[in-house]
């Protein structure tokens, strides 16, 4: 079953810049799409990044593009969201995501982002 291990949230204050990374074990599958989610109190869990499995493609929100960037290593096992010029809105907990082509879709824990003005 595959397994995804996230890191790199923390406090940090507005302007500033995270690194989250998120590395996965125990697939059998090649990589369809690759995603970064977060979700901050009293509201939906939203798409903030995503990349196909060729690395090809990337989509981000609205709200991130031009300080957001998703990237993956070679073997596609870790993939990564830089941030920077953080604001106090990108407070939230991230949850990065990754679909296989078999189509399973596995999640990881979570790590809280907190940005404070």
């Known amino acids: 079953q595959v397994q995804l291990v996230e890191s790199g949230g923390g406090l940090v204050q507005a302007g500033g810049s995270l690194r989250l990374s998120c590395r996965a074990s125990g697939s059998n599958f090649g990589v369809n799409r690759l995603g970064w989610y977060r979700q901050a109190p009293d509201k939906a869990r939203e798409l903030v990044a995503a990349i196909t499995g060729s690395g090809g493609d990337t989509r981000y929100a609205d709200s991130v593009r031009g300080r957001f960037t998703i990237s993956t290593d070679s073997a596609q096992n870790t993939f990564y969201l830089q941030m920077s010029s953080l604001k106090p809105e990108d407070t939230a907990i991230y949850y990065c995501?990754?679909?296989?082509?078999?189509?399973?879709?596995?999640w990881g824990q979570g790590t809280q982002v907190t940005v404070s003005s």
């Open positions: 995501q990754r679909i296989d082509a078999s189509g399973y879709v596995a």
